[in-house]
């Protein structure tokens, strides 16, 4: 087995187990990555990233690929780095609005970086919010940005920014 071979096979293992399938049941969620991580000094097993956007959780799950099968799973509010299906989703949502599209804006090239709703009060919460800054290379600065609650599958709000002079 090649050292990919156990990060590209821990994600269907992962969801094929009662464990993991219990907790995402009836919910909307995606695979946001696998890594490695020690269980020991000599061991080393994939932890695969899931994101449960029902309920707002980062779910663990480390996976014995050889013997086919879950070691452990955690679910917690956690905040994972930015994904790249989520950025190419939150892109997605940015342009179905077409509002930075008809200013010009190439959507394409946003960056984003996930951000948290630290007011307890706000419906937003707890959500996963995406915070992207658009512009051509050339500038130091971005042009446009929007937030997109991936949560929610909705466009926060979107603008323009004044150039440099």
Do not use: C, W
Not at 38 to 50: C, H, M, N, Q, Y
Not at 65 to 79: F, G, H, Q
Not at 132 to 152: H, N
């Amino acid at each position: 087995m090649t050292p990919s071979e156990p990060t590209a096979q821990a994600p269907a293992i992962a969801l094929e187990s009662v464990r993991v399938a219990g907790l995402l049941e009836g919910k909307r969620y995606a695979v946001l990555g696998v890594g490695m991580r020690a269980l020991d000094r000599s061991r080393e097993v994939p932890v695969v990233t899931i994101y449960n956007y029902t309920d707002d959780l980062a779910v663990e799950v480390l996976v014995d690929v050889d013997a086919r099968e879950v070691l452990a799973v955690s679910a917690a509010p956690a905040i994972p780095a930015l994904a790249a299906a989520e950025r190419a989703r939150a892109l997605d949502i940015v342009r179905r609005d077409g509002r930075l599209t008809e200013s010009g804006v190439d959507v394409d090239t946003g960056t984003g970086i996930i951000v948290e709703e630290v007011n307890f009060g706000d419906p937003r919460h707890g959500h996963r919010l995406v915070d992207l800054r658009f512009g051509p290379r050339q500038y130091r600065v971005p042009t446009a940005f929007a937030v997109v609650d991936l949560s929610a599958e909705e466009l926060v709000t979107v603008g323009l920014l004044p150039l440099e002079s």
